[in-house]
């Protein structure tokens, strides 16, 4: 068995690969390989400072896993861009493909695709994050003319926080904001390093909604780079509309 012989995705992660890279594998079909690559100077806490230095990494990453015969790339990191807005993904996409000469994403960008490919204006967002990086998320998807009408939140900072909580937690933040503001089209779940995808499709039977995962939108918008045609099965509407 060659791993890969189907294709190779480069995912540049600002934190440490740890859930992330789980919850990305799951999600892909046969003969598709998760290339992973850390920064140099992992992002561990939230702050400004960490995250501004961690878009200046970026692009060294992704010049690496080029170097790693990847034929597309994911940035990840999504707060690193978010409190910039649209711009500032445009210019790091901008600088990704300048370097490495591949098709690339960042998180924003496939999660602003992915909510559009569903047909979402009206969400609700639930995170791990402080109240001030659920508002940055709520402000960048305004500018794509996507209304956030509700967040929840867990207040944590420390990225190891995130992974260390169980799945039934995102999943009954979820459950709650909905509650909350029951005319939501659809849920949006920010940040692939807590455990997300194996409940997309419970929360989304249990909704009657479609839910996004940052995840699981990256490694959607990955494989339509690519051109693949199909995702892991029983992971939710977004990756099953692959195959359509």
Avoid at 123 to 143: C, D, K, T
């Amino acid at each position: 068995m060659l791993y890969g012989w189907r294709a190779r995705i480069g995912h540049v992660s600002p934190a440490i690969l740890d859930t992330s890279a789980e919850e990305c594998r799951k999600l892909l079909p046969p003969g598709v390989l998760h290339v992973g690559l850390t920064i140099s100077l992992p992002v561990q806490t939230l702050t400004p400072e960490a995250l501004a230095q961690a878009r200046g990494l970026i692009v060294d990453a992704a010049r690496r896993l080029a170097a790693e015969e990847v034929q597309a790339i994911v940035a990840g990191g999504a707060p690193a861009t978010a409190g910039q807005g649209p711009a500032a993904d445009r210019e790091l996409l901008a600088a990704l493909r300048a370097a490495t000469g591949l098709p690339c994403t960042t998180a924003n960008e496939a999660v602003v695709a992915a909510l559009r490919a569903l047909g979402l204006r009206r969400i609700a967002v639930v995170s791990p994050f402080v109240p001030a990086r659920n508002a940055e998320i709520a402000q960048y998807l305004a500018a794509c003319e996507i209304e956030v009408v509700a967040t929840r939140g867990l207040g944590l900072e420390r990225n190891v926080e995130f992974a260390r909580q169980p799945a039934w937690v995102p999943y009954t933040l979820a459950r709650e904001v909905v509650r909350q503001a029951p005319a939501v089209e659809g849920v949006y779940i920010a940040c692939p390093r807590w455990p997300v995808v194996d409940i997309v499709a419970s929360l989304e039977a249990d909704l009657g909604r479609p839910v996004v995962a940052a995840a699981a939108a990256m490694m959607w918008q990955a494989l339509r780079l690519l051109g693949i045609g199909e995702a892991a099965l029983g992971y939710g509407r977004l990756l099953d509309s692959l195959r359509r």
